[in-house]
């Protein structure tokens, strides 16, 4: 008998939730169905039939509104809502915004009491709380010792109207006698104080309260972890433990025969034609088959309604053959992304692997695989796939179609001046075109008229930003299946990183201002210097879901996982004196008005940059530092007061016959060092050859020369290369018939994605503010492919502002991670008085600063390495790492890492490296390291 009245009590209840619920419609929670906030059974004797009759009677409540005193409410209240329950007269005031400011009451409908309760709140003065800061922080201020409770709630604004129209989901947060109420992108839109905490406390699910000039209703209580991770915010994407144990349940191999699928197939005779006739393209069971995760049935269910038979996907053996272990994995990630296996309902991935891993290939290897198969009836995936890339690399990624495929399996487009989009269209010989990014913006008309099924963004950091041209043209494209490849981090700024994110799932971390609260602001807040420990555990909790989120389809693998593969790498940082005429002008630039009023702040139209570009000049060959002040005085015109300024009286410094025409190599300390390291190289290992690089055309004019006046045939790359030539300029120099011996490249017009492996030998003549630059360079020879054991030389100016920056580059390197340059600043633009008296200081007497600076007790007398048991620390560069920068030494860490490089003063008796030994008396200091020591050269 009893057990039947609770089942009628909860009929009606159901019946009344229903009922609820469809006036609950307007919310997003109700829209989307969200399963947590829908009414649930109230267990028995917690509520009973007079509750729901109070409940309605509750719901009829009156509401009155009317303005009240400006007095009463605090000086700037734009409007003033004084609430007044039925039962109980208490008062409110609130601002339009929601914030409460000072007397606040409430009704609250308890179902958990037999009787409808409506609470009282003492009236309280006004109490303001702060802006900034965390919820919880904000709502302890009342009740420290209190517990902190969130709640997914649904309100509307106050309102005597019986059926209310729920406005929006929100979160509300209570604490004491405190709540704040925050919409779904975590904006605040509502705060209350004075409520009684013990009321507070026991709040549950179906209550109702007036936060402000809101009513809410709570929907469903949430863990404090949700919250804290930011999860509560998600409209449900990625959330849920299903979305990992379907990737668990996909990754196991398998191979069933083609088996009964959910969707059943119309007839018996269908099933067992199609059964019969849908076989693995290629045998799943042979040595080293790479075959893709089966889908799940939910991916089932949702992808194969026509009940066609799954079958395996199996990665043809002609390219599975050559993959490295890495590779196998990455093909798996990209399959399972695309085909919207690892986060329900969304098919776009990033491959952000170190440079040089082999992301071309992976991605051949996917489109190969889905253009010829699919996991349901055989039917491939793709008919068309696009593959939009830097102007240089287009005609790479056509080469290395034939190369891992042969040139009879498939016929890919190349888009060029002689080959356009409409005869990719009309032919039926192509499945796949390749187009640079410049080329994609003159023929996104034709291109949007083509139905892609894969795009594929090469060197897709470029889209990092969501208004350029070139990112809306691309997300104009109806192409859903998005691949961006990138071998540079792409989170140390995390506003590009949602552009990214953006771009290949879009709507997955809800709109920029949703993302920017519940993950940029306390994530950059955590990491201030004056956060507190809330703070800094929310930044943690909320960086960390971010990733755990967006790891699902971003994958990064270091350059690790393949150095095993790869021939011996010695780097040497060469740091070369500078000749007596650099020293002279290095110190009349110093002693110049210009640089003094730069110390002194004055940084209007930013002198000192120009300051700096002098310096770097004069540290290549003081010949370019020539040139610059006699263009400079050829333009009387111009109004660069603060140049002229800079070069007053340094003309005098030069001998009076000088000129720029002729380089003279004994005026430039780098330029000493490079002429005898390659004289070393080409003496010592005449069949191999060198890749010279500067950031700068005119240093690669006086490189040129140098080339010119020994004798060493020689190529040349940079920004004036047409694009359609730097293909063929590159295959020529590693084809082993080339005769160049020296391969000239600027770092920012070929840094990217080129592969140099003729040339086993790589100088660095001059340095960039930026280490991924660098990073870039150095990457072009140590790759798949190189034969020989790989040297990359830096050449560094000693005592000269290119150690400074040196020095700049490897503390930012390891550091990013807390010095990421969030307020946007470009990077070597905005200094501080002291950096830049530390810029513009000149150490004469040092025979490296950088050594100096490591406190190192070597005095550079001995071949020394550090063999302290201190590991040299995993450089860090992305700003969701967690416990970021706090080394534990007054050192950056990668000083501490350079300290684990072998170093050696220039006047050291025997150098074991040849090369150096021919070198070292312009040299002054050496740091030295080698990767992959004991790996054979010719091993690829
Ligand atoms: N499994 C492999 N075996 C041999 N060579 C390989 C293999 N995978 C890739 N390579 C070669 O390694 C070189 C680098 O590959 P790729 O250009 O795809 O690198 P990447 O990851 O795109 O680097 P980047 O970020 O610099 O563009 C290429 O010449 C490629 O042919
Ligand atoms: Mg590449």
Redesign the pocket.
Same mark, same amino acid.
């Given at each position: 008998m009893f057990y039947f009245l609770i089942n009628f009590k909860r009929c009606t209840l159901v019946k009344r939730a229903v009922q609820l619920n469809m006036r609950r419609s307007a919310a997003p929670s109700q829209v989307l169905g969200n399963a947590g906030k829908k009414p649930r059974f109230t267990p028995p004797g917690k509520c009973t039939a007079v509750c729901l009759k109070n409940d309605t009677k509750e719901m009829d409540q009156e509401i009155k509104l009317k303005e009240i005193d400006e007095k009463e409410g605090g000086a700037s209240l734009l409007s003033k809502i004084n609430i007044k329950n039925q039962n109980e007269n208490s008062t409110q005031s609130v601002e339009s915004t929601g914030k409460v400011k000072t007397k606040a009451c409430f009704s609250i409908n308890k179902c958990s009491k037999a009787e409808k309760k409506t609470l009282n709140v003492p009236k309280a003065d006004a109490l303001y709380l702060p802006t900034s800061g965390t919820a919880k922080e904000e709502a302890a201020q009342e009740a420290p010792d209190c517990l902190v409770k969130y709640f997914s709630v649904v309100w509307c604004k106050a309102s005597k109207k019986k059926h209310k129209k729920w406005e929006g989901d929100a979160i509300l947060i209570t604490k004491g006698k405190s709540v704040i109420l925050k919409d779904m992108e975590g904006k605040d839109i509502g705060r209350g104080t004075g409520y009684k905490a013990k009321e507070l406390d026991s709040l549950d699910e179906g209550q109702t309260l007036m936060v402000g000039g809101k009513e809410i209703e709570v929907m469903s209580v949430i863990s404090a972890d949700d919250f804290n991770s930011g999860r509560c915010f998600q409209a449900g994407i990625g959330t849920h433990e299903t979305d990992v144990s379907a990737l668990s349940q996909t990754s196991t191999k398998l191979f069933c025969k083609p088996f009964k699928n959910v969707c059943q197939p119309s007839t018996k005779e269908n099933m067992l034609r199609d059964s019969q006739s849908c076989k693995p393209r290629h045998d799943p069971n042979a040595t080293n088959s790479l075959v893709m995760p089966r889908p799940n049935a939910s991916h089932q269910w949702m992808f194969n309604k026509a009940g066609l038979p799954v079958v395996d996907v199996v990665v043809d053996p002609y390219i599975a053959s050559?993959?490295?272990p890495h590779?196998r994995e990455g093909i798996i990630f990209l399959y399972e992304c695309v085909m919207g296996m690892r986060v329900g309902g969304r098919s776009g991935a990033i491959l952000a692997?170190?440079?040089?891993? #082999?992301?071309?290939?992976q991605c051949i290897a996917l489109v190969w695989t889905l253009l010829r198969q699919g996991p349901y009836g055989c039917r491939p995936v793709l008919k068309r796939a696009l593959v939009v890339t830097p102007g240089s690399l287009v005609k790479?990624w056509k080469k290395?179609f034939q190369?891992w495929l042969g040139s009879e399996r498939i016929k890919v487009f190349t888009v060029d001046q002689d080959h356009k989009v409409e005869e990719f269209i009309s032919s039926p010989l192509y499945s796949v075109m390749i187009i640079s990014y410049e080329m994609l913006l003159r023929s996104l008309d034709q291109i949007q008229a083509v139905e892609f099924n894969l795009l594929i963004c090469?060197?897709g950091h470029r889209l990092k930003n969501s208004t350029i041209k070139t990112t809306t043209a691309l997300t104009s494209l109806s192409c859903e299946r998005r691949i961006i490849?990138? #071998?540079t981090p792409i989170q140390n700024d995390l506003q590009e990183f949602y552009a990214l994110i953006e771009f290949v799932n879009p709507g997955i971390l809800g709109s920029l201002s949703t993302y920017r609260k519940i993950y940029e602001e306390p994530i950059v807040r955590s990491r201030e210097p004056s956060a507190t420990e809330e703070e800094k555990e929310l930044g943690e909790k909320r960086a960390a879901e971010l990733t755990r989120l967006t790891g699902l389809f971003i994958l990064r693998r270091t350059q690790e996982v393949i150095n095993k593969f790869l021939p011996p790498k010695k780097e040497s940082i060469i740091f070369c004196r500078p000749t007596a005429l650099q020293l002279e002008l290095y110190r009349k630039l110093l002693s110049s008005r210009v640089i003094t009023s730069c110390l002194q702040g004055r940084l209007e139209n930013s002198p000192h940059l120009i300051c700096i570009g002098a310096l770097k000049k004069l540290c290549n060959h003081p010949c370019l530092l020539f040139k610059a002040i006699k263009e400079k005085s050829c333009d009387p015109m111009s109004e660069e007061y603060d140049e002229s300024s800079l070069y007053e009286g340094v003309i005098d410094v030069f001998p009076q016959d000088y000129t720029s025409d002729t380089f003279c190599e004994t005026d430039s300390g780098k330029l000493q060092v490079l002429v005898k390291l390659l004289a070393a190289i080409h003496e010592l290992n005449s069949s191999e050859r060198v890749v010279l690089v500067s950031n700068y055309t005119q240093t690669l004019n006086v490189l040129q020369d140098v080339c010119k006046h020994y004798g060493y045939s020689y190529t040349r790359l940079d920004g004036h290369t047409p694009v359609s030539q730097r293909q063929h300029i590159v295959d020529a120099f590693n084809s082993k018939f080339s005769p160049a011996f020296i391969f000239l490249l600027s770092s920012k017009a070929g840094g990217?994605?080129l592969?140099l492996?003729g040339a086993s030998h790589l100088i660095l003549y001059d340095i960039d503010w930026n280490p991924a630059t660098d990073i870039?360079a150095m990457?072009r020879v140590w790759?798949?492919?190189q034969k020989h054991a790989v040297h990359i030389y830096r050449l560094l100016t000693t005592g000269s502002i290119e150690e400074k920056i040196y020095q700049r580059q490897i503390s930012k390197q390891d550091l990013s991670g807390a010095v990421v340059d969030l307020s946007k600043t470009s990077e070597h633009t905005h200094f501080s008085i002291e950096e830049l008296k530390n810029l513009f200081t000149l150490h004469e007497d040092s025979s490296c600063v950088t050594h100096d600076l490591l406190e190192c007790d070597c005095m550079g007398k001995v071949d020394h390495q550090n063999t302290s048991s201190e590991k040299p620390p995993v450089s860090r560069s992305c700003q969701l790492e967690q416990n970021h920068g706090k080394p534990n030494s007054k050192k950056p860490l990668s000083m501490s890492q350079l300290m684990q490089w072998k170093h050696f003063s220039g006047q050291h008796q025997t150098l074991a490296d040849p090369f150096l030994e021919r070198i070292k008396e312009n040299v002054s200091f050496i740091f030295q390291n080698v990767t992959n020591p004991t790996s054979p050269p010719n091993k690829?």
């Open positions: 050559n993959l490295r590779q692997d170190e440079m040089g891993l #082999g992301k071309t290939l790479n290395e190369k090469d060197e490849l990138t #071998g990217v994605g592969n492996v870039q990457a790759r798949d492919g690829t």
